[in-house]
């Protein structure tokens, strides 16, 4: 059974306001927007979290990698 939200009166008007801009024809669509937006944030932060521990994994290895081929670029360099 569904149940009711209460709403306030400043929060209707700025559903009423979103219904008319984006051309909703009910309220439950606008807050249904909504949340679809905060799960697209929590996704896109869930990755960024993520991405920064693989990057932490994989630095100290990158690092010396990136080490090692600076030595070999500069002393090609040299020779030239």
Known sequence: MAKLLAIQEHDKERLEMLMRYFK????IDVIRAGLEMLEQEAQRLQKIERWKKAAMAVSE???AVNKEFQKHSSSRLKRI
């Open 24 to 27: 909703f024809r009910k309220q």
């Open 61 to 63: 290895s990158s690092h």
